[in-house]
């Protein structure tokens, strides 16, 4: 077993069966950690990296379907196996749809599990050795990989342009999934450092204590575990860029030592007292809001006014219109090239789910969303019966005491979307009773039949010969 790979996590809440699994991993040389319930699995993976969990569908307190929908939210690149006392293919579809990568019903042999994990080992090597390849290769991160054609996607490729053959610092704020690491690459990319490092430290993943070590290295001896002299990843960026995302994560301690650093390029390392110097441009990006840790004294305003020299905002994708609909193809190219699938389109009741939905994991999202629509698809086209429920998603977001509504665009759009989801969440009550609806919203079948076909609302039933889906004119 590489000697790189972190340990595997086991969530059961039978200490017999998380014995035994251990008894499993650790002959085959898998490092081993095992939590008893979902909400300890939880907080063990914010403060430590695993390659992949397994755990039960039944769990004491949440369940293992609960788990996997907050896990693949929060830690989305993270595989996890479902494991289950009955294989009914009902089943297997639920923990496929909750995100698990893959299912195994109890009573199972121990092989076919370890085939699972180690096709899990292989995978996280390949994210890993991919990974450092693009960060060496410095050919990976091309503009053309940030797709749309809305006007805040053109301006900010152009913003790109401009700013990547400069050695300014640049920040950059924006939602999760929203493209940060992307706008970063290609920031190095499109330099003068292109053939130099680039440099990629995610400030959150690593635990507070080691990140200074990790940034400017350490002497031997420096704390217990140092056995020899380690290399920043500062002088490793020596002529190239260094990336720190979720800086906003980072300690008030090292951000005094981040903002000298950038002062003029000298740092020490732990437990060190010669000063080095290297010649480094800093790219930073955070999903927090940075001004509220400002105020809350968890950020130095100093050092945020250093980094915002230029500052980039991606835009979320509720603000990208039809740019949906073009990163929801690629995905589909993309998932069916690497998955061998032969899924030609998504169709039009899907399209319109798509682009009615807010999205608020924005691109990675919508990717993870297409990525499961092309495993769990038997037809030819994406239909909307493999798409999550996003009326739920979104009728729960909407009953969130306090949240405010994104207003974007113009009055009619605002308009326009409401009534939309107005009219869809009524019909759904009723449901698809245009009778009915009508009724209640009181109007005539024919004027909500019209209203329906502007707004690109489908009758929720099979094909309604009257029923134009054309696209909406509004
Ligand atoms: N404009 C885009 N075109 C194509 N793919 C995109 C675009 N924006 C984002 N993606 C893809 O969406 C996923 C999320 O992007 P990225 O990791 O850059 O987000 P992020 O802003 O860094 O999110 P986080 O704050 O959660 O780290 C990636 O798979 C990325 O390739
Ligand atoms: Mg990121």
Same mark, same amino acid.
């Given at each position: ?15 017999? /069966? ?5 008894? =499993? ?14 909400? %300890? ?8 990296? +695993? ?13 293992? #379907? ?15 196996? /479902?494991?289950?006392?009955?294989? @009914? ?13 893959? *299912? ?42 940030l797709?749309g054609q809305s006007p805040k996607i053109l301006e900010l490729r152009?913003?790109?342009? @401009? ?34 490092? *680039? ?47 979720? =800086? ?8 005094? $030592? ?20 290297? &010649? ?5 990006? @955070? ?8 105020? /809350? ?18 835009p979320?994708?509720?603000?990208r219109?039809?740019d ?6 690629? +995905?589909?190219? *993309? ?16 399209? %319109? ?14 990717? &993870? ?16 019966? !493999?798409?999550?429920? +996003? ?6 977001? $909407? ?18 979307? *409401? ?5 869809? !969440?009524?019909?759904?009550? !009723?449901? +698809?009773?245009? &009778? ?13 039949? #019209?209203? /329906? ?12 010969? &009257? ?6 004119? %509004?």
């Open positions: 077993m590489s000697p790189t790979l972190p340990p595997l996590l086991v969530v059961d809440d039978e200490k017999n /069966m998380r014995l035994s699994l251990e008894a =499993i991993m650790n002959g085959e040389g898998y490092q081993y950690r095992a939590a008893d319930s979902a909400e %300890q699995a939880l907080k063990m993976m914010t403060e430590q990296e +695993f390659f992949m969990v397994i755990t039960d569908a039944r769990l004491g307190g949440m369940s293992g #379907y609960e788990f996997l929908e907050i896990a693949r939210q929060k830690f989305p690149r993270l595989p996890i196996l /479902m494991i289950t006392a009955y294989a @009914t293919p009902k089943l297997a579809v639920e923990a496929i749809k909750s995100g698990a990568i893959d *299912y195994l019903a109890k009573p199972f042999a121990p092989e076919e599990l370890l085939h699972a994990v180690s096709r899990c080992a292989e995978r996280h090597q390949l994210i890993q050795e991919n990974a450092s390849l693009k960060a060496r290769a410095g050919e990976a991160y091309r503009l053309e990989q797709i152009q913003l790109i342009q @401009t700013v990547a053959p400069t050695n300014a610092t640049v920040l950059i704020l924006g939602e999760s999934g929203t493209g940060k690491e992307l706008i970063a690459g290609a920031l190095h990319t499109l330099s003068k450092r292109a053939s130099a490092n *680039y440099v990629r430290i995610n400030c959150a993943a690593i635990p507070e204590l080691l990140l200074e070590s990790e940034l400017f290295g350490h002497e031997k001896g420096a704390f217990t575990g140092a056995l020899r002299q380690k290399h920043g990843r500062v002088e490793e960026a020596d002529g190239g860029t260094i990336f720190l995302d979720e =800086i906003g994560d980072m300690s008030r301690p090292l951000q005094a $030592k981040l903002l000298r650093f950038l002062e003029d390029g000298t740092f020490t390392r732990v437990g060190g007292n010669q000063e080095l110097h290297v &010649n480094v441009r800093l790219i930073a990006a @955070t999903n927090r809001d940075i001004v509220a840790a400002i105020q /809350m004294n968890q950020f130095r305003e100093d050092l945020f006014h250093r980094l915002n020299v230029v500052q980039f905002r991606p979320t994708l509720r603000e219109g039809s949906i609909l073009l990163l929801a193809d690629h +995905f589909l190219k *993309y998932f069916r090239a690497s998955m061998n699938r032969n899924i030609k389109g998504i169709s039009k009741g899907a399209q %319109q789910e798509l682009l009615a939905h807010c999205w608020p994991g924005n691109v990675r999202e919508l990717r &993870n969303v297409i990525e499961r629509a092309v495993i769990l698809e038997t037809t030819e086209e994406i239909q909307c019966a !493999n798409l999550p429920d +996003f009326h739920l998603e979104t009728r729960l977001r $909407k009953n969130e005491p306090g949240e405010v509504l994104p207003v974007s665009g113009s009055l009619n759009e605002i308009i326009s979307n *409401y009534e939309h989801d107005l009219i869809t !969440n009524i019909l759904e009550k !009723n449901h +698809f009773s245009l &009778n009915r609806t009508a009724e209640q919203l009181q109007i005539s079948r024919h004027a909500l039949r #019209y209203r /329906m076909q502007r707004l690109n609302i489908s009758s929720g039933l099979e094909e309604d010969a &009257n029923f134009s889906t054309k696209e909406s004119n %509004q």
